[in-house]
């Protein structure tokens, strides 16, 4: 299995103190039904968008960016719905996953779309490059593949702010069968992951600022992560493109999957690495426009502008 250095920071006051509620929080909430995590999400994501509406703004500036012609109340009401998922999944589904086991995950996640598309990319040695986005309820993907399919993952990822929650969800990764090779580390363990025959996962979808490459999202150009397209060129490895979405109406996700991106090794590596980001930034979108209040609307994902990025797709 491979493995990064891990992080390097000197945890602050601040961060013990988070790292203590979080702790408190896991404890309280993790074991708390369906039914009583629901009830609950709805209160604190009242509280949280009306009381302390922290980057409320910036959710409903995303929105109004993404969807242009959707009225206000649309927006307003989307924006309420992409609180409480959060409120959720993080607080009390993110908690409770550190002590589920197969049963659990075949019940959270009872279907899979497009395993065969995984299969088919993967090949013998496989090696693929998973791309997703902070949509629905990605640790939970990643999670259920590993436990339940048997797929060796590895997660290349910047480190979390708090260097003690960075610590912890390291450890359960490893536990649950991904490992994590952080960005800012030598990426000789990438090519490792690879010989071992392990899948390459990506969440591709944050502002890349000067070392990205400008590329659609809504029509709007954003600076995007060249990481996935990299790679899949250099190594000469498919994409495939996931997302775990929570079912509509019920408690339950739903991981789908689609058909692989592949890469041409014989073509120029700018223009390959261009055409691969806009392709799997297309799939993105379209998974975002059939649930909208499950993405991270909290990022100020078009913060980078055209003319700071390295290049425009």
């Known amino acids: 299995m491979t493995r990064s250095a ?10 013990r103190l988070e790292y203590v509620c979080l702790r408190i ?11 009583v995590q629901r009830a609950t ?44 998922h959060f409120v959720r999944m993080m607080g009390f589904e993110f908690p409770a996953m550190l002590r589920f086991d197969k049963a659990d995950f075949r019940r959270w996640l009872p279907a899979i779309e497009g395993m065969e598309h995984c299969d088919a990319a993967g090949g013998d040695t ?16 990643v999670a259920r593949l590993a436990v339940v399919e048997g797929q060796r993952t590895t997660v290349l990822a910047k480190p979390l702010h708090n260097p003690l929650v960075e610590r912890d969800v390291a450890r359960v990764r490893r536990e ?17 992951a690879v010989r071992q025959g392990r899948a390459l996962a990506f969440l591709a979808d944050q502002d890349a ?22 790679f899949a060129h250099r190594l ?52 975002i426009r059939e649930a909208p209040e499950q993405y991270f609307w909290f990022h100020r994902r078009w913060k980078t502008q055209p003319r700071e990025a390295k290049r425009k797709v």
């Open 6 to 15: 891990g992080p390097r920071r000197r945890p602050t006051f601040s961060h």
């Open 25 to 35: 929080a896991t404890a309280v909430f993790g074991g708390l039904s369906p039914a």
């Open 41 to 84: 999400a709805r209160f604190l994501s009242w509280v949280w968008f009306y009381v302390l509406p922290l980057r409320k703004r910036v959710v409903l500036e995303n929105l109004a960016r993404a969807f242009p012609d959707r009225p206000f109340r649309w927006r307003r009401r989307t924006a309420r719905r992409c609180f409480q």
């Open 126 to 141: 496989r090696s693929w490059i998973f791309v997703s986005g902070h949509l629905g309820n990605w640790e939970l993907g």
């Open 176 to 192: 649950r069968g991904y490992d994590v090779v952080y960005t800012r580390d030598n990426m000789r363990p990438v090519v490792t």
């Open 209 to 230: 600022r000067r070392a990205g490459i400008m590329a659609p999202f809504f029509s709007v150009p954003a600076s995007t992560a060249t990481g996935p397209a990299y």
């Open 236 to 287: 000469n490895l498919p994409i495939v493109v996931g997302f775990c979405v929570r079912d509509k109406g019920t408690d339950a996700y739903r991981l789908r999957f689609y058909p692989p991106i592949v890469p041409n090794p014989e073509a120029d590596r700018e223009t390959e690495i261009e055409r691969l980001t806009r392709a799997h930034v297309a799939l993105l979108e379209q998974a």
